[in-house]
């Protein structure tokens, strides 16, 4: 413990004054090289759960950059080709103190990803690598002779095995020692690139080469920005309440005027609004949508309002003072924390002139494809390559004195327009990465080919308790469903009492804490569902496999199995690995046609799995399929009902099916259908998730992850009340109980929507709900509001959560006998681990949406206005000063209607239905908007339905979106869908749907082009979310972009 | 300071050790010849003098800490020191073998790096020591911190004043008696007994230490004197 040398080390210190302080550093033989290649046996050692991370072995060299190169040219070395990077101690420690603290935490990232196989070495504290700083010698000529100095040690320490290139940018350097050693290369970054990678990734060197540009180039502007103030005085501002520190938030209708600030909680005075307003990019300061800055408060007296109106996008704001709301604080930016910035999807502009700064220097602006960016100045000489593509830009720095901050070109996307292109835009946008599964995940899969066919380890089985005789299980998934991860059974047991099991899939069996696949899956944490297709979590040998419960063949389960009595009150629970033989795989029409009662026959027809079977053996399977369906359904309203009792919301989505062709277009946007059966699975999930919180949650009170919904914000019920009190409903928003009450009161028997427009309203009011640790938040936090249940996780959908996976962990450690050293994560580590999957999850529901958007918006392109599918009826949600907030029932659809147009004429709808635009005013009122015309006088009121076209309004930078224009304020004549008539149908598409099937399959082909094959790709990615709480959550994300923000 | 990263990945602190390694401790006896008893102790940077007999007093030099600043001798922080140090030695030393008499202790911390208290318990036994004052047994002091989920043992300046828990303990290392405990900064009751164990772990290293010096002083003495 003794054996250390010690000396000492001289460093100069600034704690505001310059002072000298002396700091001991320790020395030792025994810092670990992290390779694999290592003969020399050094162990390693790591603080956090899991295997420490190697440099591979198997690769052609090792890379050490010095600190500056680390410093500038990161970004080439988070590439993920480049692997086994040795970043010295003093280079990381230059990173975070002359870099900045993101880029610092980018380092990190790095180093964490295991799959990168790159580490960190402790140059400093070891004997033979160290190398003393001289007196009087430059700091950077001692990085790059410390530098050289570990290059020299790996080298000889893996006994020259592996090629060492140190890189640096001293060419004195480079000269004296480039070729002292061979296969030790000393090179700068230029050097490197083109010697390593120039050929195997070409478009490294284009980035190098913007990377390069960036650094030399400053551009010089006027600009009236002001200078930040120094950071110790923002400290001491923020501590004496004078600043205001928060998150900025442009407001992306107006983004060049308005950006927000919302304040902390504990900031909040009884008079002050919770947000602060600034005005203007002078005021902004330089701060770019989502950075954490420091603010001051202006005098009262230049306090503004905030816009009322809707506007597109992209547009100018008016100025007009007639569409600004009341007073509000305002302030402007001092300074900033941190910087936010991120990879930004962009293109360059259609027009020549604007786009062309300054041709000579090869500097352009770019236009973001988010409108809350600014507009982005870059270098690069292949503009006229890249002029109709999109393409990914980086913010460098913005300088004091210019009106753009000053980019660099990463890589293109694709063409404009295209659709490839497009879906990478929305997943680049939303920090989505969707790379392929690599060589090393995927050996560490169990094979299953049908040469040599997966099965299961006898032993395994006998450790597990055996469900393959005993119950009769199956799974209710949306059709086509290729991952299956719940099945359930029920049984009546001898004693009276009924018998509940949930089985969901056992990912964790294949899947070990620490490995590859375990990593890849924590870093994506979720299956990306889009409009046409799904990026999984997990390799398909697991997700459409192994793990899938699919009917007919044996599957590893964890099982949550209770004992219910009469009242449906919990007896006994069991929770444990199993084994299970899935015997239906059921779709929810087809489970709800079961229970409505149709013929045997048809359920036959419709059952594969009963194909091969005759008389009355199938009269019996028949006959015990439907006990069993319809014992199911029962028990799951027992258990609704108590909740329901508790005070559960039901809220309402409309969500949209597209329907494509077997040929290319997109045949048409249809609501999906709720059932019954919906309900049931939900509420079984619901059960078992609430189940298995308790169990972990109890088992280990600090570190087990579940799933809380706070308590939604009372001013958020405005609209909804507005809207309820227009029907003269009344809406009380105290607890869960009333407020799902009070909606289930709001029906209005004439008009279906209404309902369904307040539970939409009142999900928008809610908050987000999100996973934590248990040991970070109190107690009493732990709720789940919308459920109305004391805790709540996510348990059985562990093949498309990563959230799931760690559950299914930790109840099977609560579960096991044997008390071994637990490897589950610590609270710290889980907490910063539900985080990162929150902002994933939260990334996923955005691009989903966003990808329905594109869908909807390739829906309406080929229509002409004349199309009947383009002219819908619509309710009025909102009201705003120019217009108001509608919804589309038939698409679900939300968007603004304008009432006066951008000249300041209102609409006026004539006897005979023709629209006019002539002047006059707009008169906005609690309830209702009044357009005042010299035509006469129109009342638009809140849940009025009226009728609107659908038009594409295209964008080139942007996304493209939907404009709704007024038709007439009266209701559209016969509505095309209506709930009712729809949901009868129901039961004569099911079989058409089931015998349409097979036509389907005959369809497919191998190409992957997307159109041609649409069947296919409907198939596999066309799933449908299963729980209604997913569909609840998607609804509050819906909500969080309301059509004008 | 804010960002410091107090333990690495692979798990070595600012000053390369790792999360249960001490200082380097050097020590000497018998630095004073006026004086009963008196020890010299460095604990990494932390170097204190004590020395046995006079009127009590407990004062930090003015050059000690990384800032120079005047600092008033008898001031509420070195008084709250000196009562710690005279509480902890109260139950270690066999006073019922001196009744009506009076033992005082001087401690001077010289140059402080973090763990002063500690430094002065381990540089006053000694002390005690070479003046020959009966005690129960060595009382041994150390401190240990949390940071990442992992106990840090001996902690330093910069570790002390990085925001993380700070625990103190002073023990009679064979028996394993604490004779004082002091906690700062909050930490996780179920963090706190693997916290404890490390420095009380600490506290037997450093009897070893001091053992060690105790002994090799005592066979140099003994050459001195011709006893051998």
Redesign the interface.
Same mark, same amino acid.
């Given at each position: 413990?003794?054996e *250390?040398s010690?000396r000492?080390l001289r460093l100069k210190n600034v %704690?505001g004054k310059s002072?000298? +302080? +002396? /700091?001991?550093?320790?020395?030792?033989e025994d810092?670990?090289c992290?390779s694999e290649a290592c003969i020399a046996r050094c162990q390693?050692?790591?603080?956090?759960s899991g295997p420490?991370t190697l440099l591979p072995k198997d690769i052609t060299h090792y890379v050490i950059p010095d600190p500056q190169t680390a410093r500038e040219y990161l970004e080439i070395f988070e590439s993920h080709h480049i692997r086994g990077i040795i970043f010295t101690?003093t280079a990381a420690h230059s990173v975070?103190h002359d870099g900045s /603290?993101r880029l610092?935490s980018r380092l990190k990232n790095l180093? *964490?990803d295991r799959r990168r196989g790159s580490v960190?070495f402790?140059n400093? !504290?070891q004997t033979y690598a160290y190398c003393e700083r001289e007196p009087g010698e430059k700091l950077s000529h001692w990085h790059v002779r410390a530098t050289y100095k570990t290059a020299d040690w790996y080298f000889n320490h893996l006994a020259a095995s592996i090629p060492i290139v140190m890189v640096t940018s001293d060419e004195q350097f480079i000269h004296d020692f480039g070729h002292k050693t061979p296969n030790l290369f000393v090179l700068t970054m230029r050097d490197y690139l083109e010697g390593f990678w120039a050929q195997l990734v070409p478009e490294i060197m284009e980035l190098y080469q913007s990377l390069h540009d960036s650094s030399k180039n400053k551009t010089k502007d006027v600009c009236e920005y002001v200078g930040y103030l120094p950071a110790d005085i923002l400290a001491e501002g923020l501590k004496t309440g004078k600043y205001i520190q928060g998150f900025i938030n442009v407001n992306k209708s107006n983004s060049l005027q308005e950006a927000f600030i919302r304040r902390a909680k504990k900031d909040l005075t009884e008079d002050s609004g919770s947000d602060i307003l600034i005005s203007g990019m002078v005021a902004r300061n330089r701060a770019v949508h989502g950075d954490l800055v420091v603010m001051e408060l202006l005098p009262r007296a230049q306090w503004q309002g905030r816009s009322t109106g809707i506007q597109n996008p992209g547009e100018k704001g008016s100025g007009d003072n007639a569409n600004v709301s009341d007073m509000m604080p305002t302030g402007r930016v001092v300074g900033i924390t941190q910087r936010n910035w991120r990879e930004y999807v962009a293109c360059f502009s259609q027009d020549e002139e604007v786009g062309r700064g300054d041709k000579k220097a090869g500097k352009l602006l770019v236009i973001p494809w988010d409108y809350r960016i600014p507009k982005i100045r870059i270098s690069t000489r292949q503009v006229d390559a890249l002029k109709d593509h999109r393409i990914i830009v980086r913010i460098d720095s913005w300088d004091i004195d210019s009106t753009y901050p000053n980019g660099h070109f990463v890589r293109s996307l694709g063409k404009i327009g295209d659709l490839e292109a497009e879906v990478a835009a929305i997943l680049v946008e939303n920090d989505i990465r969707v790379q392929s599964f690599s060589e090393a995940q995927l050996l560490e899969m169990p094979v299953d080919t049908p040469l040599s066919p997966w099965t299961m380890d006898s032993e395994e089985v006998t450790r597990r308790r055996d469900l393959r005789e005993s119950h009769l299980i199956f799974s209710i998934d949306p059709k086509g469903c290729e991952d299956v991860d719940d099945t359930l059974s029920v049984r009546t047991l001898p004693n009276g009492n009924t018998e509940l099991g949930v089985h969901i899939a056992d990912v964790t069996y294949f899947v070990e804490p620490g490995s590859l696949t375990d990593q890849e899956a924590q870093s994506r944490s979720t299956t990306v569902y889009l409009a046409d297709r799904r990026y999984d979590m997990l390799p398909g040998v697991l997700s459409a496999n192994l793990c899938s419960l699919v009917s007919g063949v044996d599957r590893y389960a964890v099982s949550v199995i209770w004992e219910l009595d009469r009242n449906y009150e919990v007896v006994d629970v069991w929770y444990g690995r199993t084994v299970i033989r899935s015997q239906y795989k059921l779709f929810y029409e087809l489970a709800q046609a079961i229970h409505e009662g149709i013929v045997d026959a048809e359920v036959v027809r419709s059952i594969p799995e009963l194909h091969n079977l005759w008389g009355t053996e199938l009269d019996d399977k028949v006959q015990e399929l439907r006990e069993t369906v319809d014992r199911l359904m029962q028990v799951a309203r027992g258990l609704k009902s108590r909740r329901v009792k508790g005070g559960a919301l039901e809220l309402e989505s409309v969500e949209v099916q597209v329907q494509l062709s077997e040929t290319k277009s997109i045949e048409n946007l249809n609501p999906k259908q709720h059932l019954e059966v919906h309900d049931t699975i939900a509420e079984c999930m619901i059960f078992a998730n609430h189940w298995v919180a308790k169990k972990i949650a109890e088992t280990f009170p600090?570190q087990s992850l579940l799933r809380h919904h706070p308590l939604p914000k009372e001013e958020q019920f405005t609209n909804l009340n507005n809207c309820a009190a227009s029907r003269g409903f009344e809406i009380k928003t105290s607890t869960n109980k009333e407020l799902a009450e009070s909606l289930d009161r709001c029906v209005d028997s004439k008009d279906p929507v209404v309902n369904k427009i307040l539970r939409s309203l009142a999900t928008q009011a809610m908050s987000n709900a999100a996973y934590f640790c248990t040991?970070v938040l109190p107690r009493d936090q732990f709720f789940h509001y919308g459920l109305a249940l004391d805790m709540y996780t996510h348990f059985t959908s562990p093949i498309r959560r990563y959230a799931d996976v760690i559950v299914h962990r930790q109840l099977l450690e609560a579960v096991a006998n044997e008390k071994k050293k637990t490897t589950l994560p610590?609270?710290?580590?889980l907490e910063s681990l539900s985080q990162h999957i929150n902002t994933k999850h939260r990334a996923s529901q955005y691009a989903q949406r966003e990808s329905q958007e594109l869908f909807q918006c390739l829906f309406f392109r080929g229509r002409g206005t004349e199309d009947d599918q383009c002219v819908v009826d619509a309710v009025i949600f909102q009201l705003r000063v120019n217009g108001v907030l509608v919804f589309v029932p038939r698409y679900g659809i939300k968007g603004p209607v304008y009432l006066r147009s951008k000249q300041g004429e209102v609409v006026h709808v004539g006897e005979d239905g023709a629209v006019e635009w002539t002047a006059g005013q707009v008169i906005k009122m609690t309830t209702h908007v009044m357009v005042d015309s010299v035509l006469g006088q129109q009342k638009y009121d809140l849940l009025d339905h009226i009728t609107v076209k659908l038009s594409l309004q295209d964008s080139w930078a942007h996304a493209s979106s939907l404009r709704l224009e007024l038709v007439s304020n009266l209701p559209l004549k016969q509505q095309p869908a209506n709930m009712e008539t729809v949901a009868k149908q129901q039961k004569a598409d099911i079989i058409q749907e089931v015998t349409s099937e097979a036509v389907e399959k005959r369809l497919q082909l191998e190409s992957y082009d997307l159109g041609q094959n649409f069947p296919q790709l409907k198939q596999e990615y066309g799933q449908s979310k299963s729980s209604l709480y997913e569909m609840f959550s998607d609804l509050r994300t819906s909500a969080l972009q309301p059509p004008t923000t | 300071m804010a960002?410091l990263e107090l333990?690495?990945?692979?798990? !070595?602190r600012? =000053?390369?050790?790792k999360?249960?390694?001490?200082?380097?401790i050097q020590c000497r006896l018998g630095v004073f010849s006026q004086a009963d008893g008196s020890a010299y102790i460095e604990q990494?940077?932390t170097k204190v003098l004590a020395a046995v007999y006079g009127p009590h007093e407990y004062s930090m030099a003015t050059f000690s800490t990384?800032?120079r600043k005047h600092r008033p001798r008898g001031d509420r922080k070195s008084k709250e020191m000196t009562m710690h140090l005279q509480q902890t030695f109260d139950a270690a030393i066999l006073t019922s073998l001196h009744p009506r008499s009076q033992i005082d202790i001087f401690v001077e911390v010289l140059q402080s =790096?973090g763990g002063n208290y500690c430094a002065s318990v381990n540089a006053a036994t000694l002390a005690l020591i070479d003046a020959g004052i009966p005690m129960r047994d060595y009382v041994c002091a150390c401190s240990a911190s949390f940071v990442?989920?992992?106990p840090l043992v001996d902690i330093?300046y910069?570790e002390e004043t990085s925001g993380g828990a700070e625990l103190i303990v002073a023990t009679l290392p064979k028996s394993e008696q604490i004779v004082f405990l002091e906690m700062n900064a909050r930490l %996780?009751e179920?963090n706190l007994s693997p916290v404890l164990d490390l420095a009380v772990k600490g506290c037997k290293?450093i009897h070893d230490?001091l053992d060690q010096a105790v002994r090799d002083h005592v066979a140099e003495a003994a050459v001195v004197s011709g006893l051998e």
């Open positions: 413990m003794l *250390k010690d000492r %704690h002072v000298c +302080v +002396v /700091r001991e550093v320790y020395r030792r810092i670990p992290q390693n050692t790591t603080i956090t420490p101690q975070q /603290r610092h180093i *964490k960190i402790h400093e !504290f600090n040991g610590s609270c710290t580590e | 960002g333990l690495s990945e692979q798990g !070595f600012i =000053d390369g050790r999360a249960t390694e001490l200082r380097r990494g940077n990384g800032e =790096d990442s989920d992992t330093s910069l %996780h179920d290293d230490v």
